[in-house]
């Protein structure tokens, strides 16, 4: 076993990654897995959103982690926020004009109705899936929250790649892009990590031409 549940679950993941980074005797480092997500064609894909899902890590972040997609100049800021299962998310409304934010996505649908400034409480991503929200006054406004279960994700850069530090075993990687078609979910597949050394993936994603 790499590292007991309980040590995961009390923050282990991010106390390892600091052991390292310092240096410190007696810590061994998680392989380095390399993703690159490609189109169809195999061109690199940027900006997609890489996750595995690790047995022994735990799928709800820890209470009061919280996030922020603010509106600014009628647009959602991020445009596409990646959190863990768990998370709290607020939605600042730093327009003039109000904003009513919505999303009707099975993973989770709610509504903050017209309002200016910042809610009072945020909204609770407590399942995992893509969220696609909303603004029932701007049509133009469209965001995304991807929702996993896991502490280990992250984005792809203009190579297409992202590296995340995994523990060995067999894990479930999980990609997706926003150009994809709407309602698609995330794509799932087996990834097995052995104990040294790295691991390379290529993951071609169905997605549609860029407008």
Not at 36 to 56: F, I, M, N, S, Y
Not at 68 to 86: C, K, N
Not at 101 to 114: G, H, I, M, N
Not at 132 to 157: A, E, K, S, Y
Request: glycine residues 10%.
């Amino acid at each position: 076993m790499f590292l007991n549940s309980w040590w995961w679950r009390c923050g282990g993941a991010l106390l390892l990654r600091l052991a390292v980074g310092l240096g410190l005797p007696g810590v061994v480092q998680a392989p380095a897995v390399t993703v690159q997500t490609l189109d169809p064609a195999g061109k690199p894909l940027a900006g997609a959103v890489v996750a595995v899902e690790v047995g022994r890590v735990a799928k709800v972040a820890a209470p009061g982690t919280r996030a922020e997609i603010s509106q600014r100049q009628r647009a959602f800021d991020p445009g596409l926020l990646v959190v863990q299962t768990g998370t709290s998310v607020d939605f600042p409304n730093l327009d003039t004009v109000r904003h009513h934010v919505y999303s009707f996505s099975p993973a989770r649908t709610f509504e903050l109705k017209l309002y200016n400034g910042r809610p009072s409480t945020p909204v609770v991503f407590d399942r995992a899936g893509v969220v696609v929200l909303g603004c029932n006054i701007h049509d133009q406004m469209v965001g995304t929250v991807v929702v996993v279960d896991t502490p280990l994700f992250g984005r792809t850069d203009a190579a297409g790649r992202v590296v995340l530090e995994v523990p060995a075993g067999e894990h479930r990687l999980l990609t997706w892009h926003a150009r994809m078609r709407e309602g698609t979910d995330l794509l799932a597949q087996a990834l097995k990590v052995g104990v040294a050394g790295t691991v390379a993936v290529a993951v071609k994603l169905p997605v549609v031409a860029a407008p």
